[in-house]
């Protein structure tokens, strides 16, 4: 049996190959994983204190409410397949980790869950695969209120109200190629987009260009999980969040009293610092898609 490896530094890039297993000392995972919990407790916790308080956020709890990683699940840490943690015992609680020689670590990825992991490949990879489409100027948003008599967000108003609104939807080239966006859509608008997003056809249209796609990188990351580690959860968790206040920023609502500023898209401007930011967003997903199809395909070897 070749030696055990050491684990990595805590701030060293985590795990995003299935090698031969690695080893983490006690002190080492347990840097790894109070590092990691510090990390996220920057959103966890203002969120369940909101929450206590009954107050809701237009913007920030999206991502614990259409996302369904709750914020325990996002504090927990694990290391990921292929390492096994010295004096780990007290992970043995959950059913996907397995004592070993070398320590506590998860065992091969269950049957019943190779289709999702397959899915997840396979909608990465196609989207991967695919030019940046830009210059939707978040305009799904204001799809979602075209003609509506009641908005998601009716605590907050409407930048240009619902006349002002309506015109920049009348006025504009509506092209959602996101589904789970699309299916938001009023019924007056639906029409409007150039598109059909389907569920059956969100492998063929996603692209790395959609906000919301590179948002939901977030959601793939959780759906392997344990079996990812968590840091990249937290990385896909994070672009979440900005990409989530610039999707509303660039909405109708008017959020300026919590401090976002608004991205007027309805304006020349607003829409080339729109895409600027669509761009950036570009970058620093595809990173982090490649982590996760390269996890996906190790546990399926």
Not at 18 to 26: A, F, K, Q
Not at 39 to 56: A, D, I, L, M
Not at 68 to 74: E, G, M, N
Not at 85 to 92: A, R
Request: charged share 25%; proline share 8%; hydrophobic share 35%.
């Amino acid at each position: 049996m070749p030696e055990p490896l050491t684990g990595a530094p805590v701030d060293a890039a985590p795990v995003t190959t299935l090698r031969p297993m690695i080893t983490l000392t006690e002190s080492e995972w347990r840097a790894r994983r109070d590092a990691h919990v510090q990390r996220v407790r920057r959103w966890t916790v203002p969120h369940q204190e909101r929450r206590s308080r009954g107050e809701k956020h237009p913007v920030l709890d999206f991502l614990f409410t259409y996302y369904s990683h709750r914020p325990a699940h996002l504090e927990r840490w694990h290391p990921g397949a292929g390492v096994a943690l010295v004096g780990g015992e007290e992970y043995l609680r959950w059913p996907a980790y397995r004592s070993t020689p070398r320590g506590v670590a998860l065992g091969a990825l269950p049957d019943g869950r190779r289709s999702t992991v397959e899915f997840v490949r396979d909608l990465l990879s196609a989207t991967a695969s695919r030019p940046p489409r830009l210059g939707c100027f978040g305009l799904h948003e204001w799809a979602m209120v075209y003609r509506a008599r009641e908005v998601r967000h009716g605590s907050w108003p409407l930048r240009l109200g619902p006349a002002g609104t309506d015109r920049v939807v009348e006025s504009s080239t509506i092209k959602c190629s996101h589904f789970d966006a699309y299916r938001f859509f009023t019924e007056p608008a639906r029409p409007l987009n150039t598109l059909r997003p389907s569920r059956e056809g969100q492998v063929e249209l996603e692209q790395p260009g959609c906000l919301h796609a590179t948002m939901d990188l977030f959601k793939w990351s959780y759906k392997l999980d344990p079996f990812v580690p968590s840091e990249v959860v937290a990385d896909c968790f994070e672009l979440a969040v900005d990409v989530r206040e610039m999707d509303m920023r660039a909405s109708p609502y008017d959020l300026a009293a919590l401090g976002y500023e608004p991205v007027r898209v309805e304006t020349e401007r607003g829409r080339a610092e729109y895409v600027r930011a669509q761009s950036e967003f570009v970058r620093r997903a595809e990173p982090l898609r490649a982590t996760l199809i390269t996890l996906c395909e190790g546990l399926l070897a």
